[in-house]
């Protein structure tokens, strides 16, 4: 039992008063089962989840055929600071003037994307094509998958950066 003994000063007084006991168990109960209740009755935060919209495993897959050509796609490269950069290039023609900068205001990503839609030799095949560097934050990765679904373009990837994007941007970014 928990309880609180209140002892009296031994004094010079002749009259003696009674001591003070006060049980604390029915308190500690009580605690308890207000704890209880609130983290039975609690709404745990849920997690935010982005639906990608993979889609299904080919039952039967045949060998690729036909590549992305460079004008059926934009590559967009997500660097540190909130810097993105883009390009319509292959590996040989890549170069810091080609690999071009925005940003994240305004509509600009829409309107890049939908620039290089116009401009596609072949519109049903083109695809948006993202590729996180290791000093982007997740905050601007789920920015471009916005601006994709504002564009209305169903064809995107996402990859990693490959080792040529990568000595460009670095050029650019020091």
Do not use: C
Request: glycine share 4%; hydrophobic share 35%; charged share 25%.
């Amino acid at each position: 039992m928990a309880e609180v003994i209140a002892q009296e000063k031994q004094g010079g007084s002749k009259q003696r008063k009674k001591l003070i006991r006060v049980d604390m168990t029915p308190m500690v109960d009580l605690g308890f089962l207000l704890i209880t209740f609130f983290m039975f009755t609690t709404n745990f935060t849920k997690p935010n989840v982005m639906d990608l919209g993979l889609p299904a495993k080919d039952p039967n897959p045949h060998p690729i055929t036909d590549v992305i050509m460079d004008q059926n796609q934009v590559t967009f490269i997500l660097g540190k600071n909130d810097r993105v950069f883009y390009h319509q290039s292959n590996e040989k023609d890549l170069n810091t003037a080609n690999l071009k900068e925005t940003d994240f205001s305004g509509v600009k990503i829409s309107k890049i994307i939908s620039e290089a839609y116009k401009n596609a030799p072949v519109p049903e095949n083109f695809t948006v094509i993202v590729k996180p560097t290791d000093d982007a934050i997740y905050k601007n990765f789920v920015d471009i998958l916005d601006n994709i679904a504002i564009s209305k373009k169903e064809r995107y990837g996402i990859t990693d950066i490959k080792p040529w994007e990568k000595k460009i941007y670095t050029e650019l970014t020091q």
